[in-house]
C-alpha cells in the first residue's frame, strides 16, 4: 500500500486526455472502421459520426463525479487536444483561475506517459494530481500526490486525501455508495452514436486476457439506480436512440437482466450488448429480444482451441449453433477478435480465418483488437519479462505487440493481425456494395 501525501484541496478537476492513436491511425485499421460505421449505420442503427464525434461519451466521468460528490468538480476534456504536454498543461491551469486544483487522471496504457509528464508541470505549479484506473501499478509514484488502486467509492478522496494525519491507500472493491451523474456528459449530446450503461459490475469467468478477470464477482446494479440512469440518458442525450449495456458479460447475473427488463422506456432505445458463449441460452435470448436488444457482441477471441486453454477462456458450446440462433431472432451479431495472443501460432491464425470465412453469413461486424498487456489482467504476470518496449504510448490495440511472443515473431503476429482486419473489411464492404445494388443488409 502506497502512502499518500497529506493536503486540502479546493477544486477537484476530472481529465480527458488525448490519446497517441488519435493522431496516427494505422490507415488499414482505419479504412475498417470506416466500414464498418457505413454498416453499422444502416444495419444497426442510423449514426452519423463526423470528424470530432464519438462513437459514445467517457461514462468513467459520470461515475468519478459521482463517487466524489461535490458540486464545484469540474470536467476538462482535452480528448481534442494535440498529445502535447504543454498544450495540455497550459489548457489545465487556465482552467483552475486562481484555485489550487486536485486533477485527477485515469489513462489507459497509451496515454499514461502523458498524464505522467503533466502531472509533474502541475505539481511544480502547486496543484495536487491524483492517479487512478487499470494502469496504477505501472506508474512512477513521485509523479502524482497519490495514486488510488481499485474502484472509487462515494467518499473516496476523504479516504485518499485525510483532514489528518497520514493515510493508507489500497484496493477498494464495488461497493459504490452512488449513482452516476451524467452533468458533465452534457457537451457530448450530438457528437455521440450511443451511450452506456452497467446492470453490473465485474465478471465471474477468468478468462487471463481480461482487465476484469481479477474481480471474480459480481455487483448488480439496483433497480432505482438504472431508472436514474436511464432518466439522464433521456435528459442529457435527448436524441441517442441507442444504449450499450456494459456488463462484461450480459447475463451472468439473472437479477440484473430482470433489472434492465423493468427499469427500461419501452421502445424508446436499442441496446447492444456484450456476452460469453457459456452463458447464452434460450430463455436469454428471449430476454435479449424483449428488451429490445439489436446486436449482441459474442467474445471469440480466437478459433485456436489450445491458445483460448492457456488463457482460461471456456468452451464447449457451439458459435455457429448460436450465430444462428441469435439471427433467427432478428439481433446481429458482431464477434471479437483479439490479434496478437502470446501464444498463437500461425496453424492457429489459419483456423480463425477460416471460422470467419465459414460464418460471414451469420455475423454482420467484427470488433477486432491486438492484444494489449494491460497490469490488471492476468496473463501480465506471465508476459511481463517477456516486454520488451516500456515506451506506454506504443501499448496500442492498433499497433504492433510490444513483448516477444512465444512462437513467431512480432513482425509475424502484426502481419496475422492486419490479415485478419483486411479480410473482415472485404466482407463487410462486399455486404455495403450487395446493399447498395438491391437494397437489402
Known sequence: MAKVRLMTVSLPIIVQLPFPSQGDPDSRIEKYYSSYSKYYSQVISPIALSADDLWEAPLWIAHLDAAIGKDETQFEDLSLARFDVSECVDRLATATGSSRALFLFSPLAQNLSLATEVSRALLRLGHSCLLGGNMTSLADPTAFSAIY???ARRGFLEQVFPKNGAGQLGKQEANFGYRPNYRHLARFANRVTLARLNASHGCLYGC?????????????VSR????????????????VRTIYIGDKTFGQSPEAVRNILSARP????????????????????????EIGVSLVELGFESADSRVL??????????????LGRINSRGMAVALNLLGGLPEATVEGHMQTMKFIKSTADDVSLY???????????????????????WNFSTWREDRPVVFHPYHQSVAEAWDQFIEMVTLCDELISQRL????????A
Request: charged share 25%; with cysteine; hydrophobic share 35%.
Open 149 to 151: 488502486h481499485g474502484l
Open 208 to 220: 487471463t486476457f481480461c482487465g476484469d478477470a481479477w474481480s471474480r464477482q459480481l455487483h448488480v
Open 224 to 239: 432505482g439506480d438504472l431508472i436514474s440512469e436511464f432518466e439522464q440518458i433521456g435528459e442529457f442525450f435527448p436524441s
Open 266 to 289: 419501452p421502445g424508446r432505445y436499442k441496446f447492444v450488448v456484450q456476452t460469453h458463449i457459456l452463458t447464452l441460452s434460450e430463455e436469454l435470448l428471449e430476454l435479449m429480444e
Open 309 to 322: 486453454r492457456t488463457m482460461k477462456k471456456s468452451g464447449g458450446q457451439s458459435y455457429e449453433y448460436w
Open 367 to 389: 470488433n477486432l483488437y491486438n492484444f494489449v498487456p494491460y497490469p490488471m489482467a492476468p496473463i501480465f504476470a506471465k508476459v511481463k519479462d517477456r516486454i520488451f518496449d
Open 433 to 440: 456494395t450487395l446493399q447498395k445494388k438491391t437494397g437489402v
